[in-house]
């Protein structure tokens, strides 16, 4: 990972929330219903409290590019890799490509796969294509189709992510959960091929998105434990493990941090241990990453069993003990208690 040059238009993020406010400036599109779908049965989730929201990245770095800039205490540089960060009694020195900083404090937010744990841990490989389509094609403009024709393919599970945006603009995305990386060309090649059976390659390419998301665990013995040094992001563990999603989490975190400078000057904020939400994750991405094979059943099967409103509210990690229980007895239960067994 390297520095910026400029912002772009490089991805999109998509989180359920109950009437959102806070971003409503920049929110694109929401969609009332979701769905999984597999080998052509379709199970559509709709709640009465929350909708599925989208940003367009562009819109939110300029909403807080505008920010910096009316701050005259804060300066953006861009187009500097950090080459180290080196420590002394009472400071820290920045050392980027082009220039050396002097700072008291330090927030660190470049990702780094190494301070995953080995076990459990997958990745979440994806690429989409914003396109125009030049011919009809029958996907419900109100529905966000999450996980959609879910198959294996050489031992790693493959799924659809199908956005649509207007009438005749699409994000379609083809994301993978494998144990091993698997190139951004294969995903790609296969996305072609998709997307020549939907539309026999009748579509305007708008842009590419692309990452490897770690589904995994940070060893906080391998994060930077001084003064006054913090992290937060993909670093500081807040990309969820079961899923991949990391924005709301990253928003809370800067925001109670904002307010946590406001009052005591410092960044630090008190993690609520979530011991069930941590514990069940542990459980899911073992479950998946050694039964691989099985997760399109699986998938499925949960979004079979769940309520709606449990299912959000669990993948935001606010649900509550009833929504636990109602999680857990939602998996398929054979190959939960093996996994439970063995370890
Ligand atoms: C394409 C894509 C789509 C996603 N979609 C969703 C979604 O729909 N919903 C959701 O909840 N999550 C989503 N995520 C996951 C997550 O929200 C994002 O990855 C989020 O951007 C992670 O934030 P971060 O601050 O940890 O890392 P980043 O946003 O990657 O920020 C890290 C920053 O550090 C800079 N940097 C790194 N190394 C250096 C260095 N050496 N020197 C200087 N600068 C450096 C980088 O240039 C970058 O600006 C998505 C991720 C990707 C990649």
């Known amino acids: 990972m390297r520095k910026k040059k400029k912002y772009f238009d ?15 400036n920049i929110i694109e599109k929401s969609w009332d219903s979701f769905s999984f779908n597999l080998k052509g049965k379709t ?43 080196i420590r002394y ?21 470049r990702p780094n796969i190494n301070v995953f744990k080995k076990k459990p841990f997958m990745y979440q490989t994806f690429i989409g294509y914003e396109i125009k389509i030049l011919k009809k094609i029958r996907l419900d403009q109100s529905n966000a189709y999450i996980m959609h024709n879910m198959h294996i393919d050489s031992n790693n599970f493959y799924f659809e992510y199908i956005l649509p945006l207007k009438n005749d603009v699409f994000l379609f995305e083809l994301t993978a959960f494998s144990n091993k990386k698997i190139s951004f060309k294969i995903i ?6 998709i997307l020549s059976t939907y539309l026999h390659n009748s579509y305007k390419l708008i842009r590419k998105e ?3 998301i770690p589904m995994g665990f940070v060893d906080t013995k391998l994060i930077k434990n001084y003064k006054n040094y913090y992290v937060s992001g993909s670093l500081a563990g807040s990309i969820r493990p079961s899923s991949g999603y990391a924005f709301l989490d990253i928003q809370k975190w800067a ?3 904002t307010n946590n400078l406001k009052k005591y000057g410092n960044l630090n904020i008190l993690n609520k241990s979530e011991y069930i939400k941590y514990y069940l994750d542990k459980i899911f991405l073992k479950v998946i990453s050694s039964n691989i094979t099985m997760a399109p059943k699986i998938f499925y099967h949960f979004s079979k069993n769940i309520i709606p409103n449990t ?7 606010r649900a509550n003990i009833i929504d636990y229980i109602k999680v857990i007895y939602s998996m398929p239960k054979r190959i939960f208690l093996k996994c439970l067994i063995k370890n």
């Open 210 to 212: 692309y990452g490897i």
């Open 10 to 24: 490089d991805k999109s993020w998509c989180f359920w929330e109950k009437n959102n406010k806070e971003f409503e």
């Open 89 to 109: 009694k009472s400071y820290y020195k920045v050392i980027t490509c082009k220039n050396i900083y002097l700072s008291k404090n330090i927030l660190d937010t």
């Open 255 to 257: 925001n109670e941090s």
């Open 188 to 193: 790609e090649h296969k996305l072609k091929k």
């Open 311 to 317: 299912f959000i509210r669990f993948m935001l990690g």
């Open 43 to 85: 199970n559509f989730l709709a709640s009465n409290q929350y909708k599925y929201y989208y940003i367009r990245s562009i819109n939110f770095y300029k909403s807080i590019i505008d920010k910096i800039l009316n701050c005259s205490h804060i300066s953006l540089k861009l187009g500097e890799t950090i080459k180290d960060i």
